[in-house]
């Protein structure tokens, strides 16, 4: 299962004779953002409604489109795969099955750090996508195979991973998984995966 295109359809259902569908959102770059200490790359945001959310990508895109350009769309790239992530999580905001749409501010996140470090202490830990500041943190909890992890942790790489759905089909029953930060919120809200960001904000 492709788990992005599994919540693209739900959405699709959520949405279906609204006609908010066809309402336009922009896709942009917001250069000054202070990302999540969890992901790396460029804020790419989205505008829909009245309301932002973003995505954190190295393959962001500029443009003005529309939700409904996502139904039934492959989605076979990391850049449009980012893009879809960024709608989503924009139109899940919108309804107000989402609360977190920005990163915290830069002071949280010792805090957050902190919180998320008692959380998972003692557990192993597998990142699906690049986390330097989970694996610098927890050098001695981080694993490579899942077979051997207690918990895993996705950020805004990992969630656009095409084979994710495969592996949360296979371990949901047996590990702790936790969707990390503003950029995985819509398509965890969506999935009714655990989502961690305790200082994300819905401005």
């Given at each position: 299962?492709?788990?992005?295109?599994?919540?693209?359809?739900?959405?699709?259902?959520?949405?279906?004779?609204?006609?908010?569908?066809?309402?336009?959102?922009?896709?942009?770059?917001?250069?000054?953002?202070?990302?999540?200490?969890?992901?790396?790359?460029?804020?790419?945001?989205?505008?829909?409604?009245?309301?932002?959310?973003?995505?954190?990508?190295?393959?962001?895109?500029?443009?003005?489109?529309?939700?409904?350009?996502?139904?039934?769309?492959?989605?076979?790239?990391?850049?449009?795969?980012?893009?879809?992530?960024?709608?989503?999580?924009?139109?899940?905001?919108?309804?107000?099955?989402?609360?977190?749409?920005?990163?915290?501010?830069?002071?949280?996140?010792?805090?957050?750090?902190r919180e998320l470090g008692m959380a998972i202490k003692g557990k192993r830990i597998l990142c699906i996508g690049s986390m330097p500041a989970i694996e610098n943190a927890f050098p001695s909890q981080i694993v490579t195979d899942h077979k051997y992890a207690d918990l895993v942790l996705i950020n805004a790489e990992g969630i656009i991973d095409t084979k994710l759905g495969d592996l949360i089909t296979e371990i949901k029953d047996s590990k702790r998984i936790i969707c990390i930060g503003p950029s995985t919120a819509g398509v965890s809200r969506l999935q009714q995966i655990e989502h961690w960001c305790p200082y994300g904000t819905n401005l």
């Open positions: 299962m492709d788990i992005l295109i599994d919540s693209v359809n739900k959405l699709e259902t959520i949405l279906a004779h609204s006609g908010c569908e066809e309402v336009g959102v922009i896709l942009d770059v917001k250069p000054d953002a202070v990302n999540c200490q969890f992901d790396w790359g460029a804020c790419m945001t989205a505008s829909f409604g009245g309301r932002s959310a973003e995505f954190v990508t190295s393959d962001p895109i500029r443009a003005q489109t529309k939700i409904s350009f996502m139904f039934g769309a492959p989605l076979d790239t990391p850049a449009v795969r980012s893009a879809a992530c960024a709608m989503i999580n924009v139109a899940t905001g919108f309804f107000c099955l989402s609360r977190v749409l920005h990163a915290c501010p830069g002071p949280k996140h010792a805090d957050c750090m």
